[in-house]
């Protein structure tokens, strides 16, 4: 996977236009699916967030 800073960004605006109250899965998919990436996608970026890896 090629990682994308650029949907990381989004990503956060998502969950901080959320106020950290939650964001469930049906909305993770369909923010997923706005950005023309895969549910495998999504979910290895946000591995990745959780680790903090900063190499890709």
Same mark, same amino acid.
């Given at each position: %996977?090629? /990682?994308?800073?650029?949907? =990381?960004?989004? #990503?956060? /605006?998502?969950? &901080? +236009? @959320?106020?950290? @109250?939650? =964001?469930? &899965?049906? +909305? #993770?998919?369909?923010? @997923?699916?706005?950005?023309?990436?895969?549910?495998?996608? #999504? #979910?290895?970026?946000? @591995?990745? %967030?959780?680790?903090? &890896?900063?190499?890709?």
């Amino acid at each position: %996977m090629k /990682f994308d800073p650029k949907f =990381v960004r989004n #990503l956060l /605006f998502l969950y &901080e +236009e @959320a106020d950290f @109250a939650g =964001v469930n &899965e049906k +909305e #993770l998919f369909k923010f @997923a699916d706005l950005h023309n990436k895969s549910r495998r996608e #999504l #979910l290895d970026t946000i @591995a990745i %967030m959780n680790k903090g &890896e900063t190499r890709y």
